[in-house]
């Protein structure tokens, strides 16, 4: 009798540690569900990730890793099949990614402005203008210090392309007024605050920046600071290993009346960083 109880005692503990295995790689699965998305350091920097990332995984269980680059190192990073989703902020270039059959379908998400900041001695000048390219021409006439990121992120891109409207090449400056060292914002504004100079950045990441020292915000509201934001799903048919499904949730809650939500709701001290806008078709 002590024998049978015996055997069907290991005979039970064998068929619990079975159904424990067969149990093991469904929780390791579900660990690991996870999806890569390349995206701007603006959305990092800004803090917008982490308000809004712990509520999509809340809902649907898939972790979001982000891989923060300027946008236009985003862009090479998606190419190269090593996201699932791509989000960033240059239209012309996320349109060329679609063109390019990365992506089939480019979703408008949300926006906000680009804004000049300086110290507040403001030695060009500009202080209250809305003319970013008049303000520009005066901070390259004055030589005061403007740095650039000159990483080819989306604000870089941006900057060039108003330097452009202002009929100037800082390409060209001389007098060493002109730094281009090759950052993200967040360094970009640290030296901008160290030598007392001038930069271009997005309002999102500014609100969120503590080390401002002298700088303050000097040119803001002319509408070629808009800025705005757009969401792809990486194509599963140029790589076979892109989490399609998952990706795919990703981008539809971006642009559902609870993701844009969610992006309306981040705030600081009452401001909003980020405004949605996934309903206007021409975004």
């Given at each position: 009798?002590?024998?049978?109880?015996?055997?069907?005692?290991?005979?039970?503990?064998?068929?619990l540690?079975?159904?424990?295995?067969?149990?093991?790689?469904?929780?390791?699965?579900?660990?690991?569900?996870?999806?890569?998305?390349?995206?701007?350091?603006?959305?990092?920097?800004?803090?917008?990730?982490?308000?809004?990332?712990?509520?999509?995984?809340?809902?649907?269980?898939?972790?979001?890793?982000?891989?923060?680059?300027?946008?236009?190192?985003?862009?090479?990073?998606?190419?190269?099949?090593?996201?699932?989703?791509?989000?960033?902020?240059?239209?012309?270039?996320?349109?060329?990614?679609?063109?390019?059959?990365?992506?089939?379908?480019?979703?408008?998400?949300?926006?906000?402005?680009?804004?000049?900041?300086?110290?507040?001695?403001?030695?060009?000048?500009?202080?209250?203008?809305?003319?970013?390219?008049q303000?520009?021409?005066?901070?390259?006439?004055?030589?005061?210090?403007?740095?650039?990121?000159?990483?080819?992120?989306?604000?870089?891109?941006?900057?060039?392309a108003?330097?452009?409207?202002?009929?100037?090449?800082?390409?060209?400056?001389?007098?060493g007024?002109?730094?281009?060292?090759?950052?993200?914002?967040?360094?970009?504004?640290?030296?901008?605050?160290?030598m007392?100079?001038?930069?271009?950045?997005?309002?999102?990441?500014?609100?969120?920046?503590?080390?401002?020292?002298?700088?303050?915000?000097?040119?803001?509201?002319?509408?070629?600071?808009?800025?705005?934001?757009?969401?792809?799903?990486?194509?599963?048919?140029?790589?076979?290993?892109?989490?399609a499904?998952?990706?795919?949730?990703?981008?539809d809650?971006?642009?559902?009346?609870?993701?844009?939500?969610?992006?309306?709701?981040?705030t600081?001290?009452?401001?909003?960083?980020?405004?949605?806008?996934?309903?206007d078709?021409?975004?």
């Amino acid at each position: 009798m002590l024998r049978r109880s015996f055997v069907l005692g290991c005979a039970a503990a064998a068929a619990l540690a079975g159904l424990v295995q067969a149990a093991a790689p469904s929780a390791a699965l579900a660990a690991d569900r996870f999806i890569t998305v390349a995206s701007t350091t603006s959305t990092e920097d800004s803090g917008l990730f982490g308000s809004i990332l712990p509520k999509f995984t809340a809902k649907t269980g898939i972790e979001v890793r982000v891989v923060a680059k300027g946008t236009g190192q985003a862009i090479d990073l998606a190419k190269r099949g090593d996201a699932d989703v791509l989000f960033v902020h240059h239209k012309p270039s996320e349109e060329k990614f679609v063109a390019e059959g990365f992506s089939t379908l480019r979703k408008p998400v949300m926006y906000n402005d680009f804004v000049v900041v300086g110290p507040s001695s403001d030695p060009a000048g500009v202080k209250g203008s809305k003319d970013v390219a008049q303000s520009l021409s005066k901070i390259a006439e004055a030589k005061a210090p403007f740095v650039s990121r000159g990483d080819d992120s989306g604000t870089h891109k941006a900057e060039l392309a108003l330097w452009k409207t202002a009929n100037l090449d800082p390409a060209k400056a001389e007098g060493g007024w002109y730094r281009s060292i090759g950052q993200g914002m967040g360094p970009t504004l640290n030296t901008a605050a160290a030598m007392n100079g001038y930069a271009l950045t997005d309002r999102g990441t500014w609100l969120n920046f503590k080390n401002r020292g002298p700088l303050t915000v000097l040119v803001e509201g002319d509408k070629r600071l808009f800025n705005q934001y757009g969401v792809m799903l990486v194509n599963p048919a140029k790589f076979a290993h892109v989490k399609a499904a998952d990706g795919q949730a990703f981008v539809d809650w971006l642009v559902s009346a609870e993701g844009q939500k969610a992006i309306a709701d981040y705030t600081i001290n009452g401001e909003p960083l980020f405004f949605p806008n996934a309903s206007d078709p021409g975004a």
